[in-house]
């Protein structure tokens, strides 16, 4: 008789965008630019803009609920809101603190993790740790960011590459049988950082710097050539780890920063196309959104399924970067 092993199982999840959707020809008419222009580069054809009343906060908490529907699972349950953001609705309190409210769970633990893009791979790795430790038993895990709000709008290479919107997991902790190769749960994750490209990407203010939110700069030649050699690096030291090959995962839910990125980072790795989650094209680059943005609408449109192996990556700012292997 087998050890059990307890793990974190994704049960649920959703998501949420912004009323106000923007297209590449309305960006045009705001910037330098044109829709064949971005597409060319990016891929991305359209994107949410957070309107009056909608925060971070606000689309993490829809994206939670939906979630716990998904799932069947009462907010009471819930003993852990991990909130990845770069775009919190203040300096603090934590914006997961607002969400637990909002849900009247209220007693649990609650933080903000801020790793940018990466953000979300940051917040489930850890989320993952801390249901195997028994410190929570039923996790929701965040991605949210309205980014328009620290763009500089008149810059045409960045203000077209972003969007906001949330999406959520519902993780649960169960005790598995680690010799069952179908026993759902997170399997592995791995995580970086490397300061040494803070200027590459970073927003140019901060509290105890210019007393001032910032706005977004970014290098953008620079991000893509470290982000190929950095996300096919780390999507392989997760596949070594867990003594599984590229041709065994069913789905890649990248983050949705640009489709040459995704596309670089797939060939590199051999993996074919269909197989990765692709959203950037009408999501645009919601930071930590992203894959869990992505996620739900293949979860939703049925691509992925349970028992299927699935694989999530990022890279963002400072660089930090990551990848996890879950059987959902």
Same mark, same amino acid.
């Given at each position: 008789m087998s050890v059990l092993e307890r793990r974190a199982v994704i049960i649920g999840s959703g998501s949420a965008l912004p009323e106000r959707i923007v297209s590449n020809a309305e960006m045009a008419e705001m910037v330098d630019t044109t829709?064949?222009?971005?597409?060319?580069?990016?891929?991305?054809r359209a994107r949410y803009i957070a309107g009056e009343g909608e925060t971070t906060s606000s689309l993490a908490t829809l994206a939670a609920r939906r979630a716990l529907d998904a799932a069947g699972v009462d907010a009471?349950?819930?003993?852990?809101?991990? +909130?990845a953001t770069a775009t919190p609705?203040?300096?603090? *309190?934590?914006?997961?603190? !607002?969400?637990?409210?909002?849900?009247?769970?209220?007693?649990?633990? &609650?933080?903000?993790?801020?790793? @940018?893009?990466?953000?979300?791979?940051y917040a489930l790795t850890t989320a993952d740790a801390m249901l195997r430790a028994?410190?929570?038993?039923?996790? #929701? @895990? !965040?991605?949210a960011e309205t980014f328009s709000?620290? #763009?500089?709008?008149?810059?045409?290479?960045?203000c077209v590459l972003f969007g906001?919107?949330?999406?959520?997991?519902?993780?649960?902790?169960?005790? @598995?049988? *680690?010799?069952?190769?179908?026993? %759902?749960? !997170? #399997?592995?994750?791995?995580?970086?950082?490397?300061?040494a490209y803070n200027d590459m990407l970073y927003v140019d203010g901060g509290p105890?710097?210019?007393?001032?939110?910032? /706005? +977004?700069?970014? /290098?953008?030649?620079?991000?893509?050539?470290?982000?190929?050699?950095? #996300? &096919?690096?780390?999507?392989?030291e997760v596949l070594t780890s867990t003594g599984r090959q590229a041709s065994d995962i069913d789905w890649v839910v990248p983050h949705q920063a640009n489709f040459r990125i995704l596309d670089a980072t797939a060939r590199k790795l051999g993996l074919p196309a269909e197989k990765v989650?692709?959203?950037?094209?009408?999501?645009?680059?919601?930071? &930590?959104?992203?894959? %869990? +943005?992505?996620?739900?609408? &293949? @979860?939703?449109?049925?691509?992925?399924?349970?028992?299927? +192996?699935?694989?999530?990556e990022a890279m963002g700012g400072g660089f930090t970067w990551g990848a996890a292997l879950a059987r959902v």
């Open positions: 829709d064949e222009w971005i597409v060319e580069r990016t891929g991305i009471k349950d819930v003993d852990l809101i991990i +909130l609705d203040q300096t603090f *309190p934590a914006s997961a603190t !607002i969400v637990q409210h909002n849900l009247g769970c209220n007693g649990g633990i &609650a933080f903000d993790i801020a790793a @940018v893009c990466s953000g979300f791979l028994g410190n929570a038993r039923c996790a #929701l @895990v !965040i991605g709000r620290i #763009l500089d709008w008149e810059d045409r290479t960045t906001d919107g949330a999406g959520a997991m519902l993780l649960q902790a169960r005790d @598995v049988d *680690p010799t069952d190769p179908q026993a %759902p749960g !997170i #399997l592995a994750s791995r995580l970086h950082a490397d300061g105890s710097t210019t007393q001032t939110v910032g /706005k +977004l700069r970014m /290098k953008g030649r620079e991000v893509f050539r470290h982000a190929v050699v950095n #996300l &096919a690096s780390v999507l392989e989650v692709v959203t950037v094209d009408h999501h645009a680059n919601t930071s &930590a959104a992203s894959v %869990p +943005l992505a996620y739900d609408e &293949a @979860v939703r449109d049925g691509r992925i399924r349970p028992g299927q +192996l699935v694989m999530f």
